[in-house]
């Protein structure tokens, strides 16, 4: 009976999930999304906007700070790794995927999805992560973010890009692999 029960609540768990994040971009959709992500987050800052169909594995790794938005249909994830850290005023445009871990694939002799999670560890603020995006970024449409990356203050990642690095301040980044194609100053 036990075990029927914990399989109920799961299912309920899980239609609700679909409903808040599938609610459409109204006042009380974003306000439904907003209050629940809050309370899942590691840490969350004021005024965040989890857009419509868009999802964060693993919250409890994941901070975002103040003045956040993440666009519709994108994922972040912070599964088997150090964390993610977003700062101020990032915007995450729609359909962007930030995946901070990823399978080992060295060992020909195993199956890929039976080798280790690897995730880079990176020092910021005296703490480790996996990825991190600093303050006052802009990440553009299907822009991937790869494990190990790191967006310095001001930089604006162009639509489309495939980031892994480490990035300067004030960099327009762009391509596949992304590349610095100019600063901002």
């Known amino acids: 009976m036990i075990k029927y029960l914990r399989v109920l ?5 899980s239609i609700k999930y679909k409903f808040i994040t599938n609610y459409p971009d109204t006042y009380l959709g974003l306000k439904l999304r907003k209050n629940y992500w809050r309370k899942k987050l590691k840490k969350s800052g004021e005024n965040i906007q989890i857009r419509h169909g868009s999802g964060i594995g693993h ?12 666009g519709n249909n994108s994922l972040v994830t912070a599964n088997s790794s150090n964390g993610i850290f977003i700062g101020n005023d990032v915007g995450i445009a729609r359909n962007v995927l930030i995946h901070s871990a990823n399978h080992s694939f060295g060992n020909i002799n195993i199956p890929i999805m039976k080798q280790e999670i690897l995730s880079p560890k990176l020092s910021y603020n005296n703490r480790y992560y996996s990825i991190i995006i600093e303050d006052n ?38 391509g596949n692999p992304a590349r610095v194609i100019k600063s901002r100053k």
């Open 9 to 13: 609540i799961n299912e309920i768990s």
């Open 59 to 70: 919250p409890n790794l994941v901070e975002v700070g103040n003045n956040f938005i993440l």
């Open 137 to 174: 970024v802009w990440i553009g449409s299907q822009s991937v973010i790869l494990p190990g990356t790191f967006i310095k203050s001001g930089c604006v990642v162009s639509a489309g890009s495939i980031v892994s690095g480490e990035f300067p301040e004030y960099s327009i980044i762009m």
